[in-house]
DNA sequence: TCAGATACTGAACGCATGTACAGGATACTA
DNA sequence: TAGTATCCTGTACATGCGTTCAGTATCTGA
């Protein structure tokens, strides 16, 4: 298919950096195929932005769903992360192309990110709700940065993976990212007793 | 200076959606020029690159240098977020620069990612024997979430303005999102009182 | 069977790009 | 003042881009 040849192209490499003539190979097809289906390179790239925002807007479904159900969950945090890790393959380009959406999409950029904060509010609001989680003294505040750590996992994949060993979207490093995390969120960066020196790891 | 035009440039739209002409432009020169100088487009860019990571390098000495002189302070957390913010004018090209180096610049975004991981590293250490902060059960995914978490606010700034109404890098959001994130790497999530309900800010 | 829609190709076009180059202007040295 | 190095310009060129188009194959339905 040649939308996700496209898909798979722009995420890896960014879709300007990307040419009709590549798409077309990838998928078997002339050039001319290409553009006689999505009208020309931008149409593609916005069938390709309509696409991910569909998927995107299943999983989110599934992720407020889940939590509605089982709110005491690790992943009932609202870890987009974690989502995208249990929902997707390992080798799938979902990830990669959600980045560039954030990082350099326009509109749907604005779309995804706008659409990512309300959950992010909602999800503290239920968490509050549920005696979990305060909502803080600027809850507007807490939800961004709780979203933008969340994020930061998506967006500085590769880097991460670089100077942890492990890819933060794989199984494993999920499960060591996540638990981390929770340590901070649950008793801040503070040790358990000042008087009691920690153990040295690494 | 032509460097400079193209560092504003650049990080504003990207290395490759720039144009050799359209430098020379901002530069008022020819594009002959640009080449004559740096030998191609590559050339220049790496230039572009060296500078900004002597520029950076000298502010995270610097940073460094100050939280030795002064760990309680709440910048001394290793934020570099913060540190851009008081070091460079408000409409400074660098931040951004710096996200597209994260994002794109291929080994000169590795260099800068690792020297900001071992920053990190080292600045949990020394929270941690000044005991204002453990190292936790995996301290090196904690200094890894540490710089992610600070990371986030420069490479969404322009997401994070949009729906919180400030600029994160701003005085003002800076005090503002800087109060959060100490809320909840001091006390964590959870709420003050369990049982005492929160009171409903917006 | 046959007409028409649809899928598809390969060549061609205009355009913008990075770069090369020949030469003009300017400044410095002797 | 003459010579020379440096700064700088405008033109030109090859390349690769998105897109157009005429034409061919393949499928669909009556």
New interface residues.
Partial sequence: MIRDEALRLFAER?A??VTVRQIAAAAGVSAGLVVHHFGSKAGLLEAVDQHVLGLFDAMLAELSAGSGADPLAPESSGSLAEAVTRHLPADSPIPAYLRRL???GGDA??QL??RL?TASQAALDA??AA????????????A??LM??D???L??RD??A???GTDPLSTDGMT??T???L??????????H?TEP?E???
Same sequence: chains 1, 2.
Avoid: K
């Fill in positions: 960014g300007d950096a954030l990082l350099d950029g604005r990110f706008r904060f968490l509050s005696g979990l989680a305060a909502r803080g003294p600027d809850p507007l505040v807490r961004a940065f933008a750590n994020l930061a996992v967006l500085l880097h991460l670089d100077v942890l060591r990212w638990a981390e995390v340590t901070v969120y649950t008793a801040g960066l503070l040790p358990p000042p920690e040295g790891i690494q």
